[in-house]
């Protein structure tokens, strides 16, 4: 999955993000969105290395399969908004 995540980054031009974490296991998908935050901390935020250069569009993030059941998500969501 990283192999597909980095070929496609570099045919898209965008950060691909693999989350290895079938199903979102773990009780109310919790270890799931543990392996995502992770996933996400691994592949985006350490690229940034102080680079500002980033501007935001309406397409910069799309997160699928996740219904938020219990407000699992929102430490994902803080991570994202940084």
Request: charged fraction near 30%; proline fraction near 2%.
């Given at each position: 999955?990283e192999?597909?995540?980095?070929?496609?980054?570099?045919?898209i031009?965008?950060?691909?993000?693999?989350?290895?974490c079938?199903?979102?296991?773990?009780?109310?998908?919790?270890?799931?969105?543990?392996?995502?935050?992770?996933s996400?901390?691994?592949?985006?935020?350490?690229?940034?290395?102080?680079?500002?250069?980033?501007?935001s569009?309406?397409?910069?993030?799309?997160?699928?399969?996740?219904?938020n059941?219990?407000?699992?998500a929102?430490?994902?969501?803080?991570?994202?908004?940084?």
């Amino acid at each position: 999955i990283e192999a597909v995540a980095k070929k496609s980054a570099k045919d898209i031009g965008k950060t691909v993000v693999p989350v290895r974490c079938e199903g979102f296991r773990g009780v109310s998908q919790s270890l799931g969105h543990h392996v995502a935050n992770d996933s996400l901390r691994d592949w985006v935020l350490h690229n940034r290395d102080d680079d500002d250069s980033f501007q935001s569009t309406p397409y910069d993030v799309a997160i699928t399969g996740d219904y938020n059941i219990g407000g699992d998500a929102w430490s994902s969501r803080v991570l994202m908004e940084e």
